[in-house]
Nanobody
Framework: QDQLVESGGGLVQAGGSLRLSCEASGRTFMTSTLGWFRQGPGKEREFVGFITWRGGRTYYAHSVKGRFTISRDNAKNTVYLYLNSLKPEDTGVYYC?????????????????WGQGTQVTVSS
C-alpha cells in the first residue's frame, strides 16, 4: 500500500532548527518527485519545496530559500526537510507529497499522494 508518513514536528523557538522526515512505503515513490507543503493557521496550503527522482533536483519557495533544505535517501525511501533559522511565520502543518510522474512541480494538483501532516510551531 502506497503511504507517506511524516514525523519530526514540534515546538521550537525562533531561530531554531528542526528536521522533518517523510517515510514512503510502496514502489510508487521510488521514482516520484517528493514535495513539501505547509498550511499555517487560517491560511491556504502552500508549496515549500521539492526534490525530483531524476537527478535529485531541488527547488524552494522564495520564503524558505536559503533556510530550508530537502534531501532524500532512496535506500530508506525517506525524504527529509531541514528547517533552519525558523521564524514564527513558519508555523503550520507540514505535509509531504508525492508526484508519481516525477514532474518537479509546485502546484498542489500535481501531487497524487499525501501524508497526514506534522505540526511545526515556532514561538517568538
Amino acid at each position: 500500500q502506497d503511504q507517506l508518513v511524516e514525523s519530526g514536528g514540534g515546538l521550537v523557538q525562533a531561530g531554531g532548527s528542526l528536521r522533518l522526515s517523510c517515510e514512503a512505503s510502496g514502489r510508487t515513490f521510488m521514482t516520484s518527485t517528493l514535495g513539501w507543503f505547509r498550511q499555517g493557521p487560517g491560511k491556504e496550503r502552500e508549496f515549500v519545496g521539492f526534490i525530483t527522482w531524476r537527478g535529485g533536483r531541488t527547488y524552494y519557495a522564495h520564503s524558505v530559500k536559503g533556510r530550508f533544505t530537502i534531501s532524500r535517501d532512496n535506500a530508506k525511501n525517506t525524504v527529509y526537510l531541514y528547517l533552519n533559522s525558523l521564524k514564527p511565520e513558519d508555523t503550520g502543518v507540514y505535509y509531504c507529497a508525492a508526484d508519481s510522474l516525477d514532474g518537479g512541480g509546485r502546484a498542489i494538483y500535481e501531487y497524487d499522494y499525501w501524508g497526514q501532516g506534522t505540526q511545526v510551531t515556532v514561538s517568538s
